[in-house]
């Protein structure tokens, strides 16, 4: 018969949480359901700050699921383990091939053993003492190290069953999306903004996108890229709407009648006012944008002043601290950095001025502003609005 596997996530946060406790685990079940739909079927129970994932048959991709469970936001550890009876003898006998590939490459490791079921006749350390001999016998090639082992060896003694794992996967921890609404996220094509998104899904916010292009000034595709972007995300933040807005009159009429060291920051401010009506519109509740303080001129602090004065929401800036390298260590490990980088045209680097103000004063910039009346064209562009749904089940992990 072949031996039953559980995966069990383990979550962080959530665990903290007082009287919300059962709404977070709810949404975490659901979240994860919803990414494992293309690895199988399973069944779902939870016990102990964990959520045990059983196959229900042959068919699963356990090594798939594990990875999507990984990524869920919630989620503080996995672990794919063998489900035991509560016999020792029995879990050494079915255990000891069932380590055998996490151990076979290993030099060194340790035994860890959890012990919740206080009746069971070995004592936590009897069992790691036990097991670990046991382990000794059956792969003489190792040796035990408790400081730096190569494998940690977990054997859990848990309510019904015994669970033997020998891999931890580290999860993405955070809360789970869709537990603190929902947000709607500037999208260019850049290296910050997908970070933005991700840092916010993690703190349990839905995140829908919007970004201005502007042809024939940009591309198709550079709009290619920055949906690619978004179908990159989906894993992370779940179900993506974005939003795409014919930009390219509203930036000709800012090029023809304002004055070009204000371009930049005024062009800030009409993207805010357009993301205001779509946030009304749609009801999200914030603003997330990839900027970063000093990164280029529209991101001084006076530069930011002025944009923030037109948001009617709050702008949620995550990696307004960072340095570029740790923004870009971020995108890296989240997969974005590879499309971030395809140098396609974005529609900010079109008509850029040679000498922006990088010290705006608001009272300036509203008069420069004041040369033309926008009301027309922010109507018409957001008539112009076209929608794609990215959802869960379409892309690749
Ligand atoms: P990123 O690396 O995210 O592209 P950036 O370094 O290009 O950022 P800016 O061009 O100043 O910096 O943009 C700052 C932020 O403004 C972006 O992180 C994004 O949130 C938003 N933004 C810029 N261009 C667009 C666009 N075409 N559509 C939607 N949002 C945009
Ligand atoms: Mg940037």
Redesign the pocket.
Known sequence: MKMQEVIMAKYGEIALKGLNKNTFEDLLVRNIRRRLKSCGEFHFTRNQSTIYITPENDGADIEKAVEWVSKTFGVAAVQRAAVLPKDFDEIVKQGMPYLEEALAGAKTFKVDAKRSDKKFPLKTPDIQRELGAAILDAYPHLTVDVHEPDVTVLCEIRDTNAYLNARRIIGVGGIPVGSSGTAL????????????AYMMAKRGIGVD??????PPY?SERALMK?EELCGELVPYCGDIRFYV?P?TEIQEALRDNCPEEYF?VIM?RL?IKITNRICAEHDYKAI?????VG??A??TIMALGCTDRVAEYPVFRP?IGMDKKE?IEISRKIGTFET?IQPYE????VFTPKHPRTRPVIADVEKAEARFDFEPLIEKAIKGITVKDFKLGMENV
């Open positions: 996220l500037l999208l260019s094509g850049g290296i910050d903004s997908p970070v933005a996108a919007i970004h201005f292009q502007s940009t920055v807005v930009f930049t800030r993207m997330i944008t990839g900027e970063s990164q280029v529209s991101q990696v923004i971030s974005d529609c900010c680097t």
